[in-house]
């Protein structure tokens, strides 16, 4: 591979080392191998579904983990703008008819008066157009109501970061994800009177974010009587991947030089790595709905965090005896969690101190599964890991050999799939934090068809956050109700019930 000095300055400038470019064109050339799978998981195998009164139990196991003086940090991924929200509005305002014509913008504009941002779109329209929605839709001005949305002299939606959208409307005004997930953060993650949240956000979108959260904060801190810790954080530049023409050879830009390309979520890692805290909870930013319904979620997050906070003081109370000296008695009790309670499968029947402390003393994440809607979203998974024992997993699509009858099977008739919605574990049983890094399947990346500048080109994505970067933690799904998960992928999702 031909890199020039100017390529290899490139790629220094961005903290990226040689090999790992070597290691990532080689990736782009040859794809990522599939997973082998063992089944899909399913309630009673990999699923806990706990009934009412082992829920009152891990959320009592919750609150007095919290009231033990533990950090507790609440980690938003919000760097994605809501470009992709708004696709079916910058088609229409590209179209070549101007009325609303596809279901899609029929619906938005039949029921536009129902959107939280409503109030805001017609000021923009009020000072660009000198004219309001209504006026302008009346004589069947539609575009300049899109535009005004979507543009950088109107609202600016189209490029803005979804956290910062109006998405609920209340009698004191709308609220954005942003402000969701700090009132979350208030009720669920918060210990000794303080809530941390971390928002991971694009370099281009920082500053406003920041200057969002300063101006809104102290309101939610008087409501809800708690002290906001709250920290920021981008993806690193190091973390990006070279660009591939579809030969496999570096693509690059009109000037000549490399095009690097953010690699994903999987990327965001590194920021984990960096948070202190005993217990991460992790949701993505556009998972939020209104007051009204937030007891559903909250009283859920407070389940999966007291079974992680019950199953971890297990693993440490089983960490300890082995560093004393197991006998063959508590070796097999031992084995029997690790298989029953943590769902990890040995290879063969070595089972020794040495494999029980290798399965015990790492990463946990304990994870909201709910029953499969046919909503996009990673699977639920047994599969077989590098070592050839099995475990839980989080799986893409695009990580499973469609062509293999069996795992098709396994794929298409999953009984669930997984929101988001985890709460991690990051430090060990001598309370110092885990290397997460280390714990990543750096074989389970994914490739995308990507263009620019009408080429084509392979964009390689580093291993999902909740896939291949925690491929080697401990894992337990449950059951969550399906109440609790909300997204809006699209801004026609905003006038489903649970956003209204």
């Not at 309001?132 to 069947?140: D, N, R, S, T, V």
């Not at 009132?183 to 979108?205: C, D, I, M, P």
Request: glycine residues 8%; contains cysteine.
């Amino acid at each position: 591979m031909n890199l020039s000095e100017k390529d290899l300055k490139q790629i220094a400038a961005r903290g990226i080392s040689q090999e790992q470019i070597e290691t990532q064109l080689q990736q782009a050339a040859t794809g990522f191998p599939f997973l082998r799978l063992e089944a899909a998981a399913a309630v009673g195998r990999g699923i806990v579904a706990p009934n009412a009164q082992e829920r009152q139990q891990y959320e009592q196991a919750w609150q007095q983990y919290k009231a033990q003086g533990r950090r507790v940090v609440k980690f938003v991924p919000a760097s994605g703008a809501a470009s992709r929200m708004f696709k079916n509005m910058f088609a229409f305002v590209d179209a070549d008819y101007s009325v609303p014509t596809t279901d899609f913008e029929k619906k938005f504009f039949n029921d536009i008066e129902k959107f939280a941002f409503y109030d805001a779109l017609d000021a923009v329209c009020q000072k660009n157009e000198g004219k309001g929605i209504k006026a302008l839709m009346a004589e069947g001005n539609y575009k300049a109501v899109a535009a005004n949305m979507l543009s950088k002299e109107g609202l600016n939606y189209g490029q803005l970061p979804k956290g910062m959208l109006l998405f609920h409307q209340y009698e004191e005004g709308p609220r954005t994800p942003m402000e969701e997930h700090l009132v979350e953060g208030a009720l669920y993650a918060a210990s000794n009177g303080q809530a941390h949240v971390h928002f991971t956000v694009s370099h281009e979108h920082m500053d406003f974010f920041k200057q969002k959260v300063a101006e809104k904060a102290a309101h939610y801190e008087k409501k809800y009587g708690v002290t906001f810790d709250i920290s920021f954080s981008e993806q690193k530049p190091s973390t990006d991947t070279i660009a591939t023409n579809p030969d496999g050879t570096p693509f690059r830009e009109a000037d000549g030089s490399l095009l690097f390309r953010p690699g994903g979520h999987g990327a965001l890692i590194e920021n984990l790595n960096e948070i202190d805290a005993d217990v991460i909870f992790i949701k993505n930013i556009d998972n939020v709905v209104p007051d009204r319904l937030k007891d559903e979620t909250v009283e859920w997050k407070q389940v999966i965090a007291g079974v992680l906070v019950t199953l971890q003081e297990q693993v440490f109370r089983y960490l300890n005896i082995l560093d004393r000296g197991a006998s063959q008695d508590e070796l097999n009790e031992m084995a029997a969690f690790v298989e029953q309670q943590l769902c990890c499968q040995p290879k063969g029947n070595t089972v020794d101190a040495d494999y029980l402390r290798r399965k015990l003393n790492r990463p946990m994440r304990v994870c909201g599964v709910v029953k499969n809607v046919g909503e996009p979203g990673g699977g639920p998974f047994l599969t077989y890991n590098q070592d050839g024992t099995v475990s839980l997993q989080i799986l893409e699509s695009s990580q499973i050999d469609t062509s293999n009858a069996d795992y098709q099977k396994m794929f298409t008739e999953g009984t669930h799939f997984n929101p988001v919605d985890l709460v991690c574990a990051v430090k060990d049983y001598k309370g110092q934090p885990f290397n997460l890094p280390q714990y990543v399947d750096k074989s389970t990346g994914f490739i995308s068809s990507k263009s620019k500048g009408g080429k084509e080109l392979k964009a390689l994505e580093l291993p999902g956050l909740w896939n291949g970067a925690m491929s080697d933690w401990n894992t337990v799904f449950v059951e969550v109700p399906l109440g609790t998960f909300n997204p809006v992928k699209t801004v026609n999702d905003l006038l489903r019930d649970q956003h209204q």
